[in-house]
């Protein structure tokens, strides 16, 4: 697609599709879309990024001139969005967000009416939408707002029927007596996922918890694990979550100030699940960046490994066609279809809490049901995004580390639908050819791509 990436719109504040006159045009776009299928009105949140009051307020500018209803729920995690469309019988939802990207970047995730990612056909639409109702002379004279920090809250909605929502599920007082340290990225969640914890009972102790614009993402949040490590030493907390900007995905830390890796948190929720018997199909949906250690681990459990491609929306279709309620990313994407329909970093949190209070131990003593293979990967930024089968020296290092590892490892390349990068994981059960690999695929990367 030419607009649309792995998981809606992204880029920097600024560029064509970033910007104020495509955003009107994408708000048309979308009223005209809402109006065709007579799906009602659509719900508008954001994340805490300094462009996104002016992109949101260019989008509904569109929305008004197609005659579209919508509502404003202000700064809100992307999960708190998906739950908005079905709390308020909305016919979409449109989140302004960058995800775990910088602050110079924003962009735009749309929920169908079911609170799922909009399909392949829908994009396609609305890319042919945005570009009927472009206005390319206010391109040509367009240059990006200038704007200064300033303290960003969290709207009504996260604060108020969010929180409730979440406060809710798991058993009143669960958490008494907990220590729980969160880093909340300076995005959508600060002040959201800590005071659902403290509604539980825990003693919370946050940080990266004031957004100022410029601040989400900065060396802090689930991209910076080491931050969180070394606040829950510094507050001696039983366990540590680390959020993303718009709070989709948490990184989870145990007692001893230990990241768990992304396959170790769905293995110790689903092999809980199974051991109560409520694990759906015995099987859980994972993507093709996951370890393939988990894939045995879980095997010995008796539970199935269903892998599909990159991005929670694939995950989600996959969940559906195979009758999953759990699946998720390593890179920190959890879903849980039994409490949201997307992905949802306070609910994996609150979802790891419930094992370990239902077990009665500490979450070291609980993780460690993967034995992961030896993997190493990558994210290489690149001048172009050449097709690899195109490349000269990458192709054939490809080939060159297929014949290494053989059949006990595995390689996977490919660009990123986010970034100007391009992804490299090599896995194998010999741990120095996967590091001969790794070295032979950068080096062909720098030739080819830089």
């Known amino acids: 697609m030419k607009y649309f990436g792995t998981d809606g719109i992204r880029g920097t504040y600024g560029e064509l599709c970033v910007s104020e006159p495509f955003f009107k045009a994408l708000g048309m776009g979308v009223g005209e879309l809402l109006k065709k299928e007579k799906n009602g009105k659509i719900v508008v949140g954001g994340d805490t990024r300094a ?10 500018s569109g929305l008004e001139k197609s005659g579209a209803d919508f ?4 700064v809100l995690p992307t999960p708190a969005l998906a739950y908005a469309v079905i709390k308020r019988n909305a016919g979409m939802g449109a989140m302004i967000t960058a995800s775990h990207n910088p602050y110079a970047d924003n962009g735009i995730k749309f929920f169908d009416s079911q609170a799922r990612k909009i399909e392949d056909a ?10 009927k109702f472009l206005d390319y002379s206010a ?10 920090p300033r303290k960003i809250c969290g ?17 009143e007082g669960f958490l008494k007596g907990v220590k729980i340290a969160i880093d909340m990225a300076n995005g959508a969640t600060s002040g959201v996922s800590s005071k659902v914890f403290s509604n539980y009972g825990a003693e919370v102790f946050e940080c990266a918890a004031n957004p100022d614009g410029y601040n989400i993402n900065d060396g802090v949040g689930s991209q910076f694990s080491g931050n969180l490590a070394e606040f829950c030493r510094k507050v001696g907390a039983d366990v540590g979550f680390a959020h993303d900007g718009d709070g989709d995905r948490v990184v989870v830390c145990d007692e001893n100030s230990s990241i768990l890796e992304g396959e170790e948190v769905m293995a110790l929720i689903a092999m809980d699940a199974k051991e109560r018997g409520v694990l759906a199909s015995n099987a859980i949906v994972t993507t093709f960046q996951s370890n393939i250690g988990m894939d045995e ?8 490994v269903f892998r599909c491609g990159i991005g929670d929306r694939l995950v989600m279709r996959e969940m559906l066609s195979r009758n999953c309620l759990i699946g998720g990313e390593n890179s920190g994407h ?7 329909p997307c992905g949802d970093g306070l609910a994996a949190a609150l979802s790891v809490l419930s094992v370990m209070r239902a077990k009665g131990k500490k979450l070291s003593e609980l993780r460690g049901g993967v034995k992961m293979y030896p993997s190493m990967s990558e994210a290489i930024r690149v001048a172009r995004k050449t097709p690899l089968e195109e490349t000269l020296h990458l192709s054939s290092a490809m080939e060159r580390c297929g014949k290494i590892l053989g059949r006990e490892g595995r390689l996977l390349v490919r660009y990123s639908g986010t970034e100007k990068k391009i992804r490299l994981l ?3 059960k010999d741990a120095s050819k996967v590091g001969d690999c790794m070295k032979i695929l950068k080096d062909a990367v720098e030739i080819d791509l830089q």
Do not use: C, H, R, W
């Open 334 to 340: 959890f879903i849980f279809l039994d409490i949201s």
């Open 51 to 60: 462009s996104s009051d002016f992109l949101k307020t260019a989008f509904f």
């Open 122 to 131: 829908t994009q396609e639409s609305l890319e042919k939408l945005v570009e």
């Open 139 to 148: 391109i040509e004279s367009y240059s990006p707002k200038k704007i200064s």
């Open 297 to 304: 681990s879980l095997k010995s459990e008796g539970i199935d």
């Open 426 to 428: 090599v896995e194998g």
């Open 71 to 74: 509502e404003d729920l202000g």
């Open 155 to 171: 709207g009504d909605f996260a604060l108020n029927e969010y929180v409730a929502k979440m406060s809710s599920i798991f058993p």
